[in-house]
């Protein structure tokens, strides 16, 4: 056993303690904690993450680091000892490259630009939020030198929400996804639209909670190792893999949203459970990187939710809670609606074929805000003219055009293009699923949801967050990440739908 190693894994268990503490704490606020309850909480939440970030970038890890790295040299990368080595240095470098001073100022300028902006998007006001986002830019643009970069500002912002994939990869990536698209939508277009008002109808929001429930159990969501709360805005956390926690919203005129949600969710959750024990109190242990979490919410929400066989065993259980309204809504009806496609103003709501559009916009405009081809004030227009071009829409106000997003508020940005690389890994990984696995949909049919389970677990979670989204796909896979799969997944379930 590699001691150095080990004690350095040991030093950081009072990180990832710490950290697990301010989860806790974030996961009380969005869902328990009283509307005055803020003050006390945040203050609570900077001491923690304070320890954590002193702990984490102190002189000690830095010493234990170097020395299990000095220890490790020799073993295959694959391995558990070099991958923990590998990912604690990657966070240590993005941790202490940033100069402390930066910080402060920094996450002083993010928490005015997110009141600014929440006020902002209330009141369809861009340039009340046009100051705080020029700030934001600029904030942006000087992390991207700390981080370092080659080609673009654009790739030192990526890597710390993706690494190992590059601004010019994405490029290649969206412009092969555009390509079939586009046209795609097209098609779709041309066809009669499709009947989806019996999904406005009023639906006891008790009633969609406890299907909620069922389908989080039929998937393999475990209640002993987890629990579901209401949240505004739903999410996953975790504070090891024996206690995953799902969020979810109801609206009563939208059923479709607490069920989607749900799955989706579900899938990022079941992705930390099967987080192997022995990577546990590492910074091994949980899912990997942002495209690999979403690719894993997606596939259940998107690829097995939204079939046909899911329905086939769950649409007579949601009819038995519904019967008012469902009762004469016929399977085909009813998964025709809840794939309905068609050109939308907001991202969070887009369907699967339209989705990927509203990224693209957005990881436009962020590139060229950074390199200071754009400027903030010509932002609006830029967001209108993109989504003429991309979606043949333009937003009827900033409300529901660029201020829609809380990301860069929030002083995130290169964060969007991984919501579109899990889309793009979904389909791969589906694509192996469904080859290696005949039959496999057939058992949605009767419920039967754990031998596709299980080939997540023997092919995608087992690996924790050893690998980056391209090595996993290397590795499980032997390819890299591509358009194709997703394209052709599309393509073949629409023109069934719509008769192409
Ligand atoms: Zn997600």
């Given at each position: 056993?590699?001691?150095?190693?080990e004690a350095?894994?040991?030093?950081?268990?009072?990180?990832?303690?710490l950290?697990?503490?301010?989860?806790?704490?974030?996961?009380?606020?969005?869902?328990?904690?009283?509307?005055?309850?803020?003050e006390?909480?945040?203050?609570?939440?900077?001491?923690?993450?304070?320890?954590?970030?002193?702990?984490?970038?102190?002189?000690?890890?830095?010493?234990?680091?170097?020395?299990a790295?000095?220890?490790?040299?020799?073993?295959?990368?694959?391995?558990?000892?070099?991958?923990?080595?590998?990912?604690?240095?990657?966070?240590?470098d993005?941790?202490?490259?940033?100069?402390?001073?930066?910080?402060?100022r920094?996450?002083?300028?993010?928490?005015r630009?997110?009141?600014?902006?929440?006020?902002?998007r209330?009141?369809?006001?861009?340039?009340?939020f046009?100051?705080?986002?020029?700030?934001?830019?600029?904030?942006?643009?000087?992390k991207?030198?700390?981080?370092?970069?080659t080609?673009?500002?654009?790739?030192?912002?990526?890597?710390?929400?993706?690494?190992?994939?590059?601004?010019?990869?994405?490029?290649?990536?969206?412009?092969?996804?555009?390509?079939?698209?586009?046209?795609?939508?097209?098609?779709?277009?041309?066809?009669?639209?499709?009947?989806?008002s019996?999904?406005?109808?009023?639906?006891?929001?008790?009633?969609?909670?406890?299907?909620?429930?069922?389908?989080?159990?039929?998937?393999g969501?475990?209640?002993?190792?987890?629990?579901?709360?209401?949240?505004a805005?739903?999410?996953?956390?975790?504070?090891?893999?024996?206690?995953?926690?799902?969020?979810t919203?109801?609206?009563?005129?939208?059923?479709?949203?607490?069920?989607?949600?749900?799955?989706?969710?579900?899938?990022?959750?079941?992705?930390?459970?099967?987080?192997?024990?022995?990577?546990?109190?590492t910074?091994?242990?949980?899912?990997?990187?942002?495209?690999?979490?979403?690719?894993?919410?997606?596939?259940?929400?998107?690829?097995?939710?939204?079939s046909?066989?899911?329905?086939?065993?769950?649409y007579?259980?949601?009819?038995?809670?519904?019967?008012?309204?469902?009762?004469?809504?016929?399977?085909?009806?009813?998964h025709?609606?809840?794939?309905?496609?068609?050109?939308?103003?907001i991202?969070?709501?887009?369907?699967?074929?339209?989705?990927?559009?509203?990224?693209?916009?957005?990881?436009?405009?962020?590139?060229?805000?950074?390199?200071?081809?754009?400027?903030v004030?010509?932002?609006?227009?830029?967001?209108?003219?993109?989504?003429?071009?991309?979606?043949?829409?333009?937003?009827?106000?900033?409300?529901?055009?660029?201020?829609?997003?809380?990301?860069?508020?929030?002083?995130?940005?290169?964060?969007?293009?991984?919501?579109?690389?899990?889309?793009?890994?979904?389909?791969?990984?589906?694509?192996?699923?469904?080859?290696?696995?005949?039959?496999?949909?057939?058992?949605?049919?009767?419920?039967?949801?754990?031998?596709?389970?299980s080939w997540?677990?023997?092919?995608?979670?087992?690996?924790?967050?050893?690998?980056?989204?391209?090595?996993?796909?290397?590795?499980?896979?032997?390819?890299?990440?591509?358009?194709?799969?997703?394209?052709?997944?599309?393509?073949?379930?629409?023109?069934?739908?719509?008769?192409?």
């Amino acid at each position: 056993m590699e001691q150095r190693l080990e004690a350095l894994n040991e030093h950081l268990t009072r990180v990832i303690d710490l950290r697990r503490a301010t989860s806790v704490l974030d996961w009380d606020q969005e869902v328990y904690m009283p509307e005055e309850g803020a003050e006390p909480r945040s203050q609570a939440q900077a001491t923690l993450t304070t320890m954590a970030h002193e702990i984490f970038t102190s002189d000690t890890t830095r010493s234990l680091l170097e020395a299990a790295e000095a220890e490790v040299n020799d073993l295959d990368f694959d391995s558990d000892e070099a991958s923990t080595v590998r990912v604690v240095r990657r966070y240590f470098d993005q941790e202490t490259k940033l100069p402390t001073a930066f910080v402060t100022r920094e996450s002083k300028a993010i928490s005015r630009s997110f009141m600014a902006w929440r006020k902002a998007r209330e009141a369809d006001d861009f340039s009340a939020f046009e100051p705080h986002l020029r700030e934001v830019v600029k904030l942006q643009v000087e992390k991207a030198g700390y981080l370092g970069y080659t080609d673009h500002p654009y790739d030192a912002l990526l890597q710390q929400f993706e690494p190992g994939i590059t601004t010019a990869q994405i490029e290649t990536l969206f412009s092969d996804l555009k390509a079939g698209l586009v046209p795609l939508v097209k098609d779709i277009a041309a066809r009669p639209s499709v009947d989806d008002s019996f999904l406005s109808l009023s639906y006891d929001t008790q009633k969609q909670w406890d299907f909620t429930l069922i389908l989080l159990r039929g998937i393999g969501y475990d209640f002993r190792r987890g629990r579901q709360d209401r949240a505004a805005h739903p999410f996953t956390t975790q504070f090891g893999n024996t206690d995953v926690r799902v969020t979810t919203r109801t609206h009563e005129t939208m059923p479709q949203s607490a069920i989607f949600s749900t799955v989706h969710e579900g899938g990022h959750a079941l992705y930390e459970l099967g987080s192997p024990d022995k990577f546990e109190r590492t910074l091994l242990a949980g899912g990997s990187t942002l495209g690999l979490h979403e690719s894993q919410s997606r596939l259940w929400e998107n690829q097995v939710a939204r079939s046909l066989p899911f329905w086939h065993y769950y649409y007579p259980i949601l009819q038995a809670f519904f019967p008012q309204q469902l009762g004469d809504v016929s399977l085909t009806t009813f998964h025709r609606a809840v794939n309905k496609v068609e050109p939308s103003l907001i991202r969070v709501e887009a369907d699967e074929v339209t989705y990927n559009l509203h990224i693209f916009v957005r990881f436009e405009l962020e590139k060229s805000l950074l390199t200071g081809e754009l400027k903030v004030s010509d932002v609006p227009e830029a967001w209108n003219a993109l989504y003429e071009e991309y979606l043949g829409i333009t937003p009827p106000s900033d409300a529901d055009g660029c201020l829609q997003d809380v990301h860069w508020s929030h002083g995130i940005l290169g964060y969007f293009p991984t919501y579109t690389l899990g889309n793009l890994m979904s389909a791969q990984i589906y694509a192996r699923a469904l080859e290696e696995n005949p039959g496999l949909e057939e058992g949605y049919s009767r419920g039967e949801y754990a031998p596709l389970l299980s080939w997540l677990r023997e092919r995608i979670h087992k690996h924790g967050s050893k690998f980056t989204g391209p090595e996993l796909m290397q590795r499980e896979f032997g390819t890299q990440i591509s358009a194709q799969p997703l394209l052709a997944y599309l393509r073949a379930k629409y023109s069934e739908l719509y008769g192409l």
